[in-house]
């Protein structure tokens, strides 16, 4: 869907020691609506600073939530963090963004209660999701050579059903994957087990590992 009314302040001075802002930031799209500002420096290492808030449209039958979101550090090394604030779920996520990188993403940590993800976007399921999420970049001693990654999940969803009906036919996720960020086409998929759930009974478990490889 398209973004609609967007309205801003933007300030672009000239100079390398300029701060350009955009302020009083509004847009709409689908289902939600986003405010904020952010501001940049023009010179190396050229930090940036953002703070956003997104939250359902006026005439949305979602109950009220509301999602801070916030973003500082120079350009190449983005700190992120994420903040839902809403009555009976919530979200709390940290990452860092490396946009120049191959694998831009080098950490997240998200933790959720009850978590739903359709109030985001039209066509989204119907979830509630509690667990935690870690993808962490492990660099150690800064050596070249060690630049593995692993990505662990382990999820329960309360509201299983079918996708017909708007929901994911999936109560219980664990995954553990790991491999090196040189080549982030191929990797091992340690752990995998997937618990299915039709929302009235159990519909079987899916368990895997191996390795994967792209191209």
């Known amino acids: 869907k398209p973004v609609q009314d967007i309205v801003a302040r933007i300030d672009l001075p000239a100079g390398a020691a ?23 420096e023009a010179g190396a290492p050229m930090p940036l600073e953002a703070q956003l808030e997104v939250e359902p449209t006026p005439d949305s039958a979602a109950p009220d939530w509301r999602l801070d979101v916030g973003a500082h550090g120079p350009l190449a090394r983005l700190a992120l ?46 979830t509630s999701l509690s667990g935690r999420i870690d993808a962490q970049l492990d660099q150690r001693s800064g050596a070249v050579t060690a630049q593995q ?23 219980t996720l664990r995954l553990g ?29 899916v368990l895997g590992s191996g390795r994967w490889s792209v191209g």
């Open 18 to 40: 300029a701060r350009h802002r955009i302020d009083d930031l509004a847009l709409h799209w689908d289902r939600i609506v986003l405010r904020g500002r952010l501001a940049l």
């Open 149 to 171: 990654f692993r990505v662990q999940a382990d999820l329960v969803n309360h509201q299983p059903g079918r996708l017909d009906r708007q929901r994911i036919p999936v109560q």
């Open 81 to 126: 963090q994420a903040r839902l604030v809403s009555h009976g779920q919530s979200l709390d996520a940290e990452a860092e963004i490396r946009p120049d990188q191959r694998q831009p993403l080098s950490r997240l940590q998200a933790q959720m209660q009850s978590f739903d993800l359709a109030p985001f976007a039209s066509g989204l399921p119907t």
């Open 177 to 205: 994957a790991l491999g090196d960020l040189r080549t982030p086409d191929s990797g091992t998929l340690e752990t995998l087990r997937i618990g299915l759930h039709d929302g009235r009974d159990a519909a079987g478990t």
